[in-house]
T-cell receptor
Framework: GQQLNQSPQSMFIQEGEDVSMNCTSS?????WLWYKQDPGEGPVLLIA?????ELTSNGRLTAQFGITRKDSFLNISASIPSDVGIYFC????????????FGTGTRLKVLA | NAGVTQTPKFQVLKTGQSMTLQCAQD?????MSWYRQDPGMGLRLIHY???????DQGEVPNGYNVSRSTTEDFPLRLLSAAPSQTSVYFC?????????????FGSGTRLTVV
């Protein structure tokens, strides 16, 4: 079945550093969404991407829809302690219009 | 505006017991779904509903039942709990069934089956 692989699985960074993570798919996606999950909470939508090559920002976060439509990237600039959490990519499953699949997540830990 | 409300927040069950996880949303969203989250496996879709009276299976439906009698509520039933159902369960809703507008998630139910 479809899979979304995220890398890295986890990362420790110093406060103020920039962070990059990516998500790759075994098949083409028409929509990419990035979510963040704070500890003990449900995921919250950060950014949605709808077109190959699209670059979208939300504050210090920037996400890109890969040209091949099989990948997406999320960058966080000047990280702060509240950036800690799990970042998920997600997209609509080709086996059904009303189904999403989520990536395995990138766990981010920020050292003050 | 409460968003998506899940109850209970924590639950311990014995193997073979049954229970219902509650989910309610006040945003008039037609689409609702249940996910389970396990370490290293992301979120996996259990069941979903595109409107009152309509439900369908997701990726991992075995051992779970759902019904949707109202737009607001989408309960998830475990008929005979098994240790493999130990997980964190999330309910999510969206205005568009395709989800391209993004899902609103509840804060989760942490279930342990012993």
């Amino acid at each position: 079945g479809q899979q979304l692989n995220q890398s890295p699985q986890s990362m420790f960074i110093q406060e103020g550093e920039d962070v990059s993570m990516n998500c790759t798919s075994s098949s083409i996606f028409n929509t990419w969404l990035w979510y963040k999950q704070d500890p003990g909470e449900g995921p919250v939508l950060l950014i949605a991407l709808y077109k190959a090559g699209e670059l979208t920002s939300n504050g210090r976060l920037t996400a890109q829809f890969g040209i091949t439509r099989k990948d997406s990237f999320l960058n966080i600039s000047a990280s702060i302690p509240s950036d800690v959490g799990i970042y998920f990519c997600a997209g609509p499953c080709t086996s059904g219009t009303y189904k999403y699949i989520f990536g395995t997540g990138t766990r981010l830990k920020v050292l003050a | 505006n409460a968003g998506v409300t899940q109850t209970p927040k924590f639950q311990v069950l014995k193997t073979g017991q049954s229970m219902t996880l509650q989910c309610a949303q006040d945003m008039n969203h037609e689409y609702m779904s249940w996910y389970r989250q396990d370490p290293g496996m992301g979120l996996r879709l259990i069941h979903y509903s595109v409107g009152a009276g309509i439900t369908d299976q997701g990726e991992v439906p075995n051992g779970y039942n759902v019904s949707r009698s109202t737009t607001e509520d989408f309960p998830l039933r475990l008929l005979s709990a098994a240790p493999s159902q130990t997980s964190v369960y999330f309910c999510a809703s969206s205005y568009l069934g395709t989800g391209i507008d993004g899902y609103t998630f509840g804060s989760g139910t942490r279930l342990t089956v012993v």
